[in-house]
């Protein structure tokens, strides 16, 4: 009897430490993945990068169809235990109201939660206009996104919305005079890190508005500027580049992000997404 209490004892302490040490860690769990990182493969042999991601342990995708129907895409998760919750569409694509009828069928066959758009510029630089334009299309498509199909839009920063406005930046605009209701937001890391921005900041600024994350870190050294673009190579490990990830990390725990996604557009990414992996593991409060 002695010894069965005392192996208990052994047990719950041992469990004990266990707890304690998931207490302490900042990202407890499984990021998910945006497929771009895996574009090449998934345009060649999309099973096989699929089977990759999940024997990462990623089960959440960011995604848009694949080479066949949003069905065929969805049948090639629910076959690996898989979820699409956020799904990327074009803008123009969503300026259109029949076009955008599609996308929001296609989201919901796929199981989406979120519309996800990324680029809105058509030509540099992104002026006021641009901004005042996209205010007015976000609030429409939002709230039809959300009557029609219970989807939640959210745009993507790129790094050209940084450009100054008054006391701001554009993209400080286009955030405060879109609806909440109807419009959210996605940070994209390393793009509001390239122009300049610190991503924690603007998770403090604006809080619960972003919804979801894609977890990218920037090469150090490399100079900031409003286009919008810069080489895939400068991709890094997380926790390896320029940004504070910690405190990204704890200022995101606060703002409620829903969902996090690594995104990783280098050629290097088979052997860097297993190291970001490991250094969010690693991240204690």
């Given at each position: 009897m002695k010894l069965i209490l005392l192996t208990l004892l052994v047990a719950l302490f041992a469990g004990e430490i266990v707890y304690a040490q998931q207490a302490k860690a900042l990202f407890p769990q499984k990021p998910g993945m945006q497929l771009y990182t895996f574009r090449r493969g998934m345009k060649t042999n999309s099973g096989a990068s699929l089977d990759s991601i999940r024997a990462m342990g990623i089960t959440d995708v960011e995604c848009g169809a694949f080479a066949g129907t949003a069905a065929e895409t969805r049948k090639m998760l629910d076959e690996r235990g898989m979820h699409c919750s956020s799904f990327g569409s074009g803008y123009d694509n969503l300026l259109d109201p029949e076009k955008l009828r599609e996308v929001g069928r296609n989201a919901k066959t796929m199981g989406a939660d979120y519309i996800m758009v990324a680029w809105i510029m058509k030509k540099p630089p992104f002026?006021?206009?641009?901004?005042?334009?996209?205010?007015?299309?976000?609030?429409?498509?939002?709230?039809?996104?959300?009557?029609?199909?219970?989807?939640?839009?959210?745009?993507?920063?790129?790094?050209?919305?940084?450009?100054?406005?008054?006391?701001?930046?554009?993209?400080?605009?286009?955030?405060?005079?879109?609806?909440?209701?109807?419009?959210?937001?996605?940070?994209?890391?390393?793009?509001?890190?390239?122009?300049?921005?610190?991503?924690?900041?603007?998770?403090?600024?604006?809080?619960?508005?972003?919804?979801?994350?894609?977890?990218?870190?920037?090469?150090?050294?490399?100079?900031?500027?409003?286009?919008?673009?810069?080489?895939?190579?400068?991709?890094?490990?997380?926790?390896?580049?320029?940004?504070?990830?910690?405190?990204?990390?704890?200022?995101?725990?606060?703002?409620?992000?829903?969902?996090?996604?690594?995104?990783?557009?280098?050629?290097?990414?088979a052997t860097q997404v297993p190291q970001s992996l490991a250094f969010l593991k690693s991240v204690e409060e």
């Open positions: 002026t006021f206009d641009d901004a005042q334009a996209a205010v007015t299309n976000f609030n429409r498509i939002g709230k039809q996104l959300k009557d029609e199909f219970g989807l939640t839009f959210c745009y993507h920063n790129h790094g050209y919305e940084f450009a100054e406005y008054k006391d701001g930046t554009l993209f400080d605009y286009i955030v405060q005079n879109t609806d909440p209701r109807y419009v959210s937001f996605e940070l994209d890391l390393l793009w509001a890190a390239f122009p300049g921005q610190k991503p924690e900041q603007l998770l403090t600024r604006y809080g619960n508005r972003f919804k979801l994350m894609h977890l990218k870190d920037l090469r150090k050294g490399i100079p900031p500027n409003l286009s919008g673009g810069t080489s895939v190579e400068n991709d890094v490990v997380l926790g390896t580049g320029a940004i504070d990830m910690v405190a990204v990390l704890k200022a995101a725990k606060k703002a409620g992000i829903k969902h996090y996604y690594i995104e990783d557009e280098s050629s290097s990414f």
